[in-house]
């Protein structure tokens, strides 16, 4: 069936890039999303990528796609305290709006 | 315009007990979907709703149900709850029901079950 793998913890310093992977099983999903979850709330969508692209960049984040090895990464520049939360990645399977989801990389931004 | 609203935000049930949870879909928005999030996991999807009929389902036993209504508001019924189903229940709402339409969520209903 489908997956999606994530690491489940990444540290970095205050102003350094973090980078956060993630690999997924179905090659015919058409979007990858990256989602953000902070403690008590819901999920914020921070970016989105379409299986034709290779990279798309918004401000701070950097989103790259391999398709090849079903590879996608999340690049947060200049990291800040604030970006302290919980990241999924997921992606659209089974042929409609279905997400799933991998099980969260949690970020820890020290000064 | 109003976000995804869940009600209640916090339950507590016992095992065998049945719950009914509540979501109001951001106004315009047609399709409602339902995910379970297990503590440290990834949300998983639960089904999915397209103007009141079930568009699609995750594996999850017959006695998760659903519904929705003409306003598009939802609703997620769990019989005989069990331990497992202790997590945070969150619901998402779309425009519609096509692949790469942006899925708004709710802030989660945490359900525990003793």
């Known amino acids: 069936g489908e997956d999606v793998e994530q690491s489940l913890f990444l540290s970095v310093r205050e102003g350094d890039s973090s980078v956060i992977n993630c690999t997924y099983t179905d090659s015919s999903s058409t979007y990858l999303y990256w989602y953000k979850q902070e403690p008590g709330a819901g999920l914020q969508l921070l970016t989105y990528i379409f299986s034709n692209m290779d990279m798309k960049q918004d401000q701070r984040l950097t989103v790259l796609l391999n398709k090849k090895d079903k590879h996608l990464s999340l690049r947060i520049a200049d990291t800040q305290t604030g970006d302290s939360a919980i990241y999924f990645c997921a992606c659209i399977s089974g042929g409609y709006n279905k997400l799933i989801f991998g099980a969260g990389t949690r970020l820890a931004v020290h000064p | 315009e109003t976000g995804v609203t869940q009600s209640p935000t916090h339950l507590i049930k016992t095992r065998g007990q049945q719950v009914t949870l509540r979501c109001s879909s951001q106004?315009?928005?047609?399709?409602v979907s339902w995910y379970q999030q297990a503590l440290g996991q990834g949300p998983q999807f639960i089904f999915q709703y397209y103007r009141e009929e079930e568009n699609g389902r995750g594996n999850f036993p017959p006695r998760f149900s659903g519904l929705q209504f003409p306003n598009y508001s939802s609703e997620l019924n769990v019989n005989a709850l069990e331990l497992d189903d202790s997590a945070l229940y969150l619901c998402?709402?779309?425009?519609?029901?096509?692949?790469?339409?942006?899925?708004?969520f709710g802030p989660g209903t945490r359900l525990t079950v003793l």
């Open positions: 106004s315009g928005h047609n399709t």
């Open positions: 998402a709402s779309s425009q519609g029901r096509e692949e790469g339409n942006e899925q708004f």
